[in-house]
């Protein structure tokens, strides 16, 4: 069975940054999607940012210019870096990794951050 693994959430003030990982526990070749979504108190998950197995990234308006993702296609990873965080990006954070070609999807248990104004 997959599970993917998360981590580098934590509590962080205003203004600060953290990075999160994502990583599988066995490799899957059909990956060529990977992503991160995030899902505050009372409201519904969001997408906040995805990189395709070559490259294109996409990222929600609210985090652009302050988040970046990165991929290793070789370890099916994926990382967030995220900074001038804001409380307003306080949520679990979820990993995602798909293959759109064979319709599989992944997703991990969640990563709190937390952002203290």
């Known amino acids: 069975q997959v599970q993917l693994v998360e981590s580098g959430g934590g509590l962080v003030q205003a203004g600060g940054s953290l990075r999160l990982s994502c990583t599988v526990s066995?490799?899957?070749?059909?990956?060529?999607?990977r992503g991160w979504y995030r899902q505050a108190p009372g409201k519904q998950r969001e997408l906040v940012a995805t990189?395709?197995?070559?490259?294109?990234?996409t990222y929600a308006d609210s985090v652009k210019g302050r988040f970046t993702i990165s991929g290793d296609n070789a370890k099916n990873t994926v990382y967030l870096q995220m900074t001038s965080l804001k409380p307003e990006d306080t949520a679990v954070y979820y990993c995602?990794?798909?293959?759109?070609?064979?319709?599989?999807?992944?997703w991990g248990k969640g990563t709190l951050v937390t952002v203290s104004s």
């Open positions: 990189i395709t197995s070559g490259g294109s990234t």
């Open positions: 066995r490799n899957i070749f059909v990956i060529d999607t």
């Open positions: 995602n990794q798909a293959s759109t070609r064979y319709g599989m999807a992944y």
